[in-house]
DNA sequence: ATGGTAGCCGCGCTA
């Protein structure tokens, strides 16, 4: 039986239970990973969720903003969550299935909301941009990551809401998003420094070569998201070495950006197995 | 260090 796993930024998971369960019945994922849920624990739609075939529910919410949730069909052997920075902010949450499927072996899914940065590219000037940065050091030497990807014992991915888009052809103009936070010198290099800690395969470019563009992300702030395609790429999905060969199929649901009320990203889904 | 839209801790903050 393949493995499918999506991961999708839905800003608010309260005000989108009907867009995720459109997404569910087009995708029909194993696993589904959220970022920006926006929802305490106590107040998920926990029998929403359930209803629509995930009864194994991992939660890292938190009041108002942030929040990761994995939803899967399959039971978790645990659940393990990060606190980057010191903050206790709502930013990760990782689950391990069993190794009932043709993948062989465990299969450890980390689920990511990198923080996004705030508006001006200067760690001096701007304490959010700071933030993201140390973040991405921090995750890079963070032991059950540096593990999970050397461990012949198993299978890792990283997936979620990265909030870098690292080639040029992640966005819609390179040369004009080079100083706009997501696209600027020192993320690439930060987000590349983590890619490589692993080593980590950039399953989404296996599929999608590096000259052409793949954007999963569209600005609320353009009244027509389809106007030049100003897109860019800030959801991802990583695979260790021992699981990116297994990689079957991927699907950018970009229609759903178009969906009557959107979250500004769109369901990134990959086929294990 | 433009403004644009969207959601929640809602008239100010974050994205």
Redesign the pocket.
């Known amino acids: 039986m393949p493995l499918t796993i999506c991961t999708w ?1 839905i ?2 998971v ?3 239970l009907d867009i995720v369960r459109a997404a569910v019945e087009t995708l029909r994922p194993d696993v589904l990973c959220l970022q ?1 849920t ?3 624990d106590d107040k998920f739609p926990m029998n929403a969720i359930r209803d629509m075939g995930f009864p194994h529910i991992a939660l890292n919410g ?5 929040g990761v949730a994995t939803f899967s069909r399959r039971p978790f052997q645990a659940v393990e969550k990060g606190d980057f920075c010191g903050k206790g902010d709502a930013r990760h949450v990782a689950v391990t299935l069993a190794p009932e499927d043709a993948l062989g072996k465990p299969l450890t899914v980390h689920n990511f909301y990198v ?6 590219p200067d760690p001096e ?2 304490p ?1 941009f700071a933030h993201k940065l140390a973040f991405l050091d921090e995750v890079t030497a963070w032991p059950p990551l540096t593990a999970a990807a050397a461990d012949a014992g198993r299978h890792a991915v990283v997936v979620g ?1 990265l ?1 870098i888009a690292p080639l040029e052809t992640d966005v819609w103009s390179h040369k004009q998003l080079l100083s706009v936070v997501s696209h600027t010198p020192i993320e690439v290099e930060k987000l590349n420094r983590f890619q490589a800690s692993g080593p980590w395969v950039d399953v989404m470019r296996t599929f999608v070569p590096p000259q052409d563009k793949l954007f999963t992300w569209w ?5 027509d998201y389809t106007a030049n395609d100003r897109g860019r790429r800030l959801d991802h999905v990583w695979a260790s070495e021992s699981l990116a060969p297994a990689a079957r199929a991927m699907t950018v649901l970009k229609d759903a950006r178009g969906w009557d ?1 959107p979250s ?1 990203h769109v369901p990134v889904a990959l086929t294990f197995g």
Request: charged share 35%; aromatic share 6%.
């Open positions: 930024n800003n608010s309260r005000i989108r920006e926006k929802c305490q938190q009041k108002g903003w942030h923080p996004a940065g705030g508006d001006v000037l701007n959010k809401d909030n600005s609320y702030r353009s009244p009320k500004d």
